[in-house]
C-alpha cells in the first residue's frame, strides 16, 4: 500500500486547514489510517487514527476538540480536518496505514512502531 498526504501550508494561527491522505496500490478499505505529526527537533506524535470502515475514531488528548479524522472509501482518501490552529501544531505531517487502530491510555496514545506503511509527509506552518 502507498499513502501520499498532502494539503499542508502556511495558514495563521486560529485558522483551518484540511490534510488529505490518497491510499492505493491496494484496497483502501482493508487499512486503519492514521495521522501522524512531526515538529523540528521533537519525536513523532500520533495525532487520531480511523479504523479501516470509518467506523470508529481515536484522538489523542493534545489535539482533542480541534482535529477531525474522517475517510471516503470510495476515493480511497482519508481527512485532517484542523481547525483552532496554534504555533505549536507547526511540524511535517504524515498519514500511515495498519489493519487496525491501536490507542493506549496516557502519553504516546498513538504509537508509530503499530503503523507499517507509511506516505511522505506535507509541512504545516501555523503563523502566530
Known amino acids: 500500500v502507498q499513502l501520499q498526504a498532502s494539503g499542508g501550508g502556511l495558514v495563521q494561527a486560529g485558522g483551518s486547514l484540511r490534510l488529505s491522505c490518497v491510499v492505493s496500490?491496494?484496497?483502501?478499505?482493508?487499512?486503519?489510517i492514521g495521522w501522524f505529526r512531526q515538529a523540528p527537533g521533537k519525536k513523532r506524535e500520533g495525532v487520531t487514527c480511523?479504523?479501516?470502515?470509518?467506523?470508529?475514531?481515536y484522538t489523542a488528548d493534545s489535539v482533542k476538540g480541534r482535529f477531525a479524522i474522517s475517510r471516503d472509501n470510495a476515493k480511497s482518501t482519508a481527512y485532517l480536518q484542523m481547525n483552532s490552529l496554534k504555533g505549536e501544531d507547526t511540524a511535517v505531517y504524515y498519514c500511515?496505514?495498519?489493519?487496525?487502530?491501536?490507542?493506549?491510555?496516557?502519553?504516546?496514545?498513538?504509537?508509530?512502531?503499530?503503523?507499517?506503511?507509511w506516505g511522505l509527509g506535507t509541512l504545516v506552518t501555523v503563523s502566530s
Open positions: 496500490g491496494s484496497t483502501a478499505d482493508y487499512y486503519a
Open positions: 480511523i479504523s479501516s470502515n470509518g467506523g470508529s475514531t
Open positions: 500511515a496505514a495498519d489493519r487496525r487502530c491501536h490507542f493506549y491510555s496516557g502519553t504516546d496514545q498513538i504509537r508509530a512502531a503499530d503503523f507499517g506503511s
